[in-house]
């Protein structure tokens, strides 16, 4: 009795599965037209194109294997063949090889009237990028979105690589203007202005940052050297994050006095220790050479200044 019911289980996930893929339009794909190129790019260039879009799942793709001439250049030939193997919509492509930079055409047509419903065109300035260029075309094909403006982090070529963008991972120096402010506190010191430097590594699944920075008003000093590890929530270059870490913080507190209509100060206090940090933010233009990141931190100190805990609940923005 048991083994009948897992039976049962399996066939109806079976059945689940394969209606899921019946819904899936058809797609017909033949061999991508190959201008200056080598003769085996044909088939190469094209399977790795049926992959990525296959990788998607919008498409169920019927990839043509063999080279047909009747199918080159022959929107009518292509449509015939699309109808005979059952396919909603074809594509029709070509690279074409100019010097040693690869033009890439990707063009998708509704196989009953033939009428082109998108298209693209990329430039692959050098061989090596075709991957990351097809790549593109597989994840955008189709959709609202040109493979022109995508920015995938995964997705990048050589070319971009050497002048905006990061490949497999990539440093960078930057600046912050923000503030602390103490929660619960609703004197005039409890809002103090803050300034940071950081050193930032990419890594793609990770982003790893060394930031020191100092916090200052009119009655106290902060000054603090973290490590913070952020996690992006998604592969573009405009994505939200989350992250935390861990930072050595000094507390300078100060005592202003009034002589006369001049002020003087003086530190009183001062204490040090490690400091807990966790929030999140958004990143733009993460995959160019110059990116904004807005953040807000929580942060819970774990030391004291003269027994008193300055750092309990302490909000940061940068």
């Not at 790019?41 to 001439?69: G, H, P, W």
């Amino acid at each position: 009795m048991k083994n009948i019911k897992i039976g049962l289980v399996l066939l109806v996930v079976l059945l689940c599965f394969t209606k899921v893929k019946a819904q899936q339009p058809k797609v017909f794909l033949p061999l991508l037209e190959t201008i200056n190129l080598k003769k085996n790019f044909e088939y190469a260039s094209t399977r790795l194109l049926k992959n990525y879009i296959d990788n998607t799942n919008r498409y169920q793709v019927i990839m043509q294997d063999n080279v047909d001439s009747a199918l080159l250049n022959s929107i009518e030939s292509v449509s015939a063949k699309a109808k005979e193997k059952g396919a909603t919509y074809f594509i029709m492509g070509s690279l074409n090889r100019l010097g040693e930079t690869v033009i890439v055409n990707i063009n998708l047509y509704e196989t009953e009237t033939s009428k082109k419903i998108w298209f693209d065109q990329l430039k692959a300035f050098t061989p090596e990028d075709l991957d990351p260029v097809l790549q593109r075309f597989g994840q955008n094909i189709g959709t609202a979105n040109k493979a022109t403006t995508a920015d995938d982090i995964y997705a990048v070529t050589n070319h971009e690589t050497q002048e905006l963008r990061k490949k497999e991972s990539n440093n960078n120096l930057g600046v912050g203007v923000g503030g602390i402010a103490l929660m619960g506190d609703q004197s005039s010191g409890s809002v103090l202005a803050g300034l940071s430097l950081s050193w930032s590594f990419d890594a793609r699944d990770f982003i790893f940052d060394i930031k020191p920075s100092w916090s200052f008003n009119s009655t106290r000093d902060v000054y603090s050297l973290a490590l913070e590890v952020n996690k992006p929530l998604s592969d573009k270059g405009n994505t939200p994050y989350i992250g935390g870490g861990l930072a050595f913080s000094r507390t300078a507190l100060s005592n202003e006095q009034n002589y006369y209509g001049s002020y003087s100060s003086s530190a009183y206090a001062s204490g040090y220790g490690l400091m807990l940090m966790v929030g999140g933010g958004y990143i733009l233009k993460r995959t160019s050479s110059v990116s904004l990141r807005v953040s807000a931190n929580y942060l819970q100190g774990l030391y004291d200044v003269n027994g008193k805990s300055v750092y309990n609940n302490l909000t940061q923005s940068y």
